[in-house]
Protein backbone atom coordinates (compact mmCIF):
# COMPACT_ATOMS: atom_id res chain seq x y z
CA UNK A 1 0.00 0.00 0.00
CA UNK A 2 1.25 3.05 -1.03
CA UNK A 3 0.62 6.76 0.80
CA UNK A 4 1.24 10.62 -0.35
CA UNK A 5 1.50 12.80 2.77
CA UNK A 6 1.27 16.63 1.66
CA UNK A 7 1.80 18.68 4.93
CA UNK A 8 4.06 21.54 4.82
CA UNK A 9 4.93 21.52 8.69
CA UNK A 10 8.16 19.77 8.27
CA UNK A 11 8.02 18.08 11.74
CA UNK A 12 4.72 16.85 11.36
CA UNK A 13 5.58 15.50 7.93
CA UNK A 14 8.46 13.50 9.43
CA UNK A 15 6.23 12.30 12.36
CA UNK A 16 3.62 10.76 9.67
CA UNK A 17 6.12 9.35 7.32
CA UNK A 18 7.98 7.81 10.21
CA UNK A 19 4.59 6.40 11.38
CA UNK A 20 3.08 5.07 8.35
CA UNK A 21 6.63 3.53 7.08
CA UNK A 22 6.65 1.93 9.98
CA UNK A 23 3.27 0.76 9.62
CA UNK A 24 4.47 -0.81 6.67
CA UNK A 25 3.58 1.62 4.12
CA UNK A 26 5.62 3.11 1.37
CA UNK A 27 5.63 6.75 1.58
CA UNK A 28 6.23 9.64 -0.65
CA UNK A 29 5.94 12.92 0.63
CA UNK A 30 5.46 16.39 -0.66
CA UNK A 31 5.57 19.76 1.59
CA UNK A 32 3.76 22.49 -0.95
CA UNK A 33 0.62 22.57 -2.43
CA UNK A 34 2.35 22.17 -6.00
CA UNK A 35 3.97 19.58 -5.74
CA UNK A 36 1.33 17.30 -3.66
CA UNK A 37 -1.10 18.20 -6.60
CA UNK A 38 1.55 17.35 -8.95
CA UNK A 39 1.77 13.74 -7.30
CA UNK A 40 -1.52 12.73 -6.84
CA UNK A 41 -1.97 13.53 -10.19
CA UNK A 42 0.43 11.32 -11.79
CA UNK A 43 1.37 8.50 -8.96
CA UNK A 44 -1.68 6.45 -8.22
CA UNK A 45 -1.81 6.33 -4.11
CA UNK A 46 -4.30 3.91 -2.27
CA UNK A 47 -4.72 6.60 0.42
CA UNK A 48 -3.53 10.92 0.64
CA UNK A 49 -3.30 12.86 4.05
CA UNK A 50 -3.85 16.03 3.05
CA UNK A 51 -3.42 19.29 4.49
CA UNK A 52 -5.48 22.18 4.38
CA UNK A 53 -3.28 25.19 4.83
CA UNK A 54 -0.55 24.76 2.26
CA UNK A 55 1.78 26.76 0.50
CA UNK A 56 1.10 27.83 -3.48
CA UNK A 57 -2.11 25.55 -3.29
CA UNK A 58 -4.37 24.95 -0.19
CA UNK A 59 -5.56 21.55 0.07
CA UNK A 60 -9.58 22.24 -0.80
CA UNK A 61 -8.45 23.39 -3.78
CA UNK A 62 -5.75 20.10 -4.82
CA UNK A 63 -8.93 18.10 -3.92
CA UNK A 64 -11.49 19.50 -5.86
CA UNK A 65 -8.99 19.91 -8.90
CA UNK A 66 -8.37 16.39 -8.63
CA UNK A 67 -12.24 15.32 -8.04
CA UNK A 68 -12.50 16.96 -10.83
CA UNK A 69 -10.30 15.23 -12.71
CA UNK A 70 -11.60 11.78 -11.84
CA UNK A 71 -8.86 11.16 -9.16
CA UNK A 72 -10.55 8.94 -6.97
CA UNK A 73 -8.56 7.84 -3.98
CA UNK A 74 -9.41 8.76 -0.39
CA UNK A 75 -8.41 11.56 1.38
CA UNK A 76 -7.43 11.93 4.93
CA UNK A 77 -8.07 15.70 5.05
CA UNK A 78 -5.57 17.41 7.95
CA UNK A 79 -7.74 20.22 9.30
CA UNK A 80 -6.86 23.45 11.94
CA UNK A 81 -9.24 22.78 15.34
CA UNK A 82 -12.00 24.76 16.09
CA UNK A 83 -12.72 25.30 12.53
CA UNK A 84 -15.87 23.51 11.83
CA UNK A 85 -16.66 25.60 8.18
CA UNK A 86 -13.11 23.67 7.10
CA UNK A 87 -14.57 20.08 7.56
CA UNK A 88 -17.58 21.08 5.91
CA UNK A 89 -15.63 22.41 2.86
CA UNK A 90 -13.27 19.70 3.03
CA UNK A 91 -16.51 17.38 2.82
CA UNK A 92 -18.25 18.85 0.19
CA UNK A 93 -14.76 19.27 -1.76
CA UNK A 94 -14.79 15.54 -1.94
CA UNK A 95 -12.74 14.37 1.36
CA UNK A 96 -13.63 11.13 2.97
CA UNK A 97 -12.59 11.73 6.56
CA UNK A 98 -10.71 14.00 8.08
CA UNK A 99 -8.63 14.63 11.45
CA UNK A 100 -8.25 17.42 13.62
CA UNK A 101 -5.14 19.02 14.92
CA UNK A 102 -3.17 18.34 17.39
CA UNK A 103 -4.05 14.62 16.70
CA UNK A 104 -2.61 11.24 18.10
CA UNK A 105 -0.58 9.55 15.17
CA UNK A 106 -2.38 6.20 16.01
CA UNK A 107 -5.82 7.98 14.86
CA UNK A 108 -4.22 8.96 11.71
CA UNK A 109 -3.51 5.23 11.24
CA UNK A 110 -6.42 3.67 12.26
CA UNK A 111 -8.33 6.11 9.76
CA UNK A 112 -6.02 5.62 7.01
CA UNK A 113 -6.70 1.53 7.34
CA UNK A 114 -9.96 2.65 7.86
CA UNK A 115 -10.39 4.33 4.28
CA UNK A 116 -7.96 1.54 2.84
CA UNK A 117 -10.27 -1.13 3.81
CA UNK A 118 -13.43 0.58 2.77
CA UNK A 119 -12.44 1.47 -0.52
CA UNK A 120 -11.37 -1.95 -1.06
CA UNK A 121 -14.85 -3.24 0.06
CA UNK A 122 -13.77 -4.58 3.22
CA UNK A 123 -15.28 -4.21 6.47
CA UNK A 124 -13.26 -5.74 8.99
CA UNK A 125 -9.79 -4.89 10.15
CA UNK A 126 -8.44 -8.45 9.87
CA UNK A 127 -8.33 -9.86 5.99
CA UNK A 128 -8.86 -13.35 5.31
CA UNK A 129 -8.12 -15.43 2.24
CA UNK A 130 -8.74 -18.67 3.20
CA UNK A 131 -6.23 -19.75 5.25
CA UNK A 132 -4.43 -17.12 4.84
CA UNK A 133 -5.22 -13.90 7.60
CA UNK A 134 -3.54 -10.32 7.64
CA UNK A 135 -4.06 -8.23 10.40
CA UNK A 136 -4.13 -4.83 9.53
CA UNK A 137 -3.40 -3.33 12.48
CA UNK A 138 -0.73 -4.86 13.84
CA UNK A 139 0.84 -5.75 10.42
CA UNK A 140 0.91 -9.76 11.25
CA UNK A 141 0.04 -11.98 8.64
CA UNK A 142 -0.59 -15.98 9.42
CA UNK A 143 -1.22 -18.73 7.42
CA UNK A 144 -2.72 -22.19 8.71
CA UNK A 145 -2.11 -19.90 12.32
CA UNK A 146 1.51 -20.35 11.77
CA UNK A 147 2.77 -17.02 11.84
CA UNK A 148 4.59 -16.06 8.94
CA UNK A 149 7.55 -13.55 9.02
CA UNK A 150 7.85 -11.27 5.75
CA UNK A 151 10.20 -8.68 4.94
CA UNK A 152 8.53 -5.09 4.34
CA UNK A 153 8.12 -5.26 -0.02
CA UNK A 154 6.65 -9.02 0.55
CA UNK A 155 4.24 -7.26 3.09
CA UNK A 156 2.95 -4.83 0.99
CA UNK A 157 2.91 -6.92 -1.85
CA UNK A 158 0.68 -9.47 -0.33
CA UNK A 159 -1.38 -6.59 1.62
CA UNK A 160 -2.49 -5.32 -1.48
CA UNK A 161 -3.08 -8.25 -3.49
CA UNK A 162 -5.32 -9.42 -0.43
CA UNK A 163 -6.82 -5.74 -0.67
CA UNK A 164 -7.92 -7.20 -3.86
CA UNK A 165 -9.06 -10.61 -3.89
CA UNK A 166 -10.13 -12.54 -6.71
CA UNK A 167 -8.80 -9.84 -9.22
CA UNK A 168 -5.65 -10.00 -11.75
CA UNK A 169 -3.48 -7.43 -10.91
CA UNK A 170 -0.69 -6.34 -13.25
CA UNK A 171 3.06 -6.55 -12.56
CA UNK A 172 2.68 -2.73 -13.29
CA UNK A 173 0.64 -1.91 -10.78
CA UNK A 174 1.49 -3.97 -8.18
CA UNK A 175 5.39 -2.40 -8.74
CA UNK A 176 3.88 0.89 -8.25
CA UNK A 177 2.25 -0.09 -4.97
CA UNK A 178 5.12 -1.29 -3.40
CA UNK A 179 8.45 1.68 -4.22
CA UNK A 180 8.17 5.62 -3.52
CA UNK A 181 9.02 8.08 -6.62
CA UNK A 182 12.11 7.84 -6.07
CA UNK A 183 12.96 4.65 -6.65
CA UNK A 184 13.88 2.74 -9.59
CA UNK A 185 11.50 0.60 -10.38
CA UNK A 186 11.57 -3.02 -11.80
CA UNK A 187 8.83 -5.10 -12.34
CA UNK A 188 10.86 -8.31 -12.32
CA UNK A 189 11.16 -7.95 -8.66
CA UNK A 190 7.53 -8.82 -8.23
CA UNK A 191 7.94 -12.18 -9.41
CA UNK A 192 11.23 -12.89 -6.98
CA UNK A 193 9.00 -11.67 -4.20
CA UNK A 194 5.73 -13.34 -5.27
CA UNK A 195 7.66 -16.54 -5.15
CA UNK A 196 9.30 -15.71 -1.86
CA UNK A 197 5.75 -15.43 -0.44
CA UNK A 198 4.29 -18.68 -1.84
CA UNK A 199 7.05 -20.84 -0.26
CA UNK A 200 6.28 -18.90 3.05
CA UNK A 201 2.97 -19.16 3.39
CA UNK A 202 3.22 -22.67 1.74
CA UNK A 203 -0.42 -23.03 0.43
CA UNK A 204 -1.27 -22.01 -3.17
CA UNK A 205 -3.08 -18.95 -3.10
CA UNK A 206 -1.22 -17.15 -5.46
CA UNK A 207 -2.73 -17.76 -9.33
CA UNK A 208 -0.25 -16.30 -12.29
CA UNK A 209 -2.78 -15.15 -14.83
CA UNK A 210 0.00 -15.47 -17.98
CA UNK A 211 0.57 -12.41 -19.55
CA UNK A 212 -1.77 -10.43 -17.44
CA UNK A 213 -0.23 -10.58 -13.43
CA UNK A 214 -1.24 -12.18 -10.36
CA UNK A 215 -4.68 -13.18 -8.46
CA UNK A 216 -5.05 -13.89 -5.07
CA UNK A 217 -7.94 -16.70 -4.19
CA UNK A 218 -8.81 -18.94 -1.96
CA UNK A 219 -6.91 -22.35 -2.69
CA UNK A 220 -9.61 -24.67 -3.70
CA UNK A 221 -8.63 -28.85 -4.07
CA UNK A 222 -9.32 -28.23 -7.72
CA UNK A 223 -6.71 -25.23 -8.16
CA UNK A 224 -4.10 -26.52 -10.30
CA UNK A 225 -1.21 -24.02 -11.19
CA1 LIG B 1 -0.21 23.66 7.04
Known amino acids: ?75 LMLTARDRWSDKVSGIDAGADDYVTKPFHIEEVLARLRALIRRSAGLSTSVIECGPVSLDTRTSKVSCEGRHIKLTSHEFRLLSYLMHHQEKVISRTELTEHLYDQDFDKDSNTVEVFVGRIRKKLDVNCIETVRGLGYRLLAPSSDNAE
Open 1 to 75: MRILIIEDDKNLNRQLQEACVDAGYVVDVAFDGEEGHFLGDTEPYDVVVLDIGLPDKDGLTILEEWRRDGRDMPV
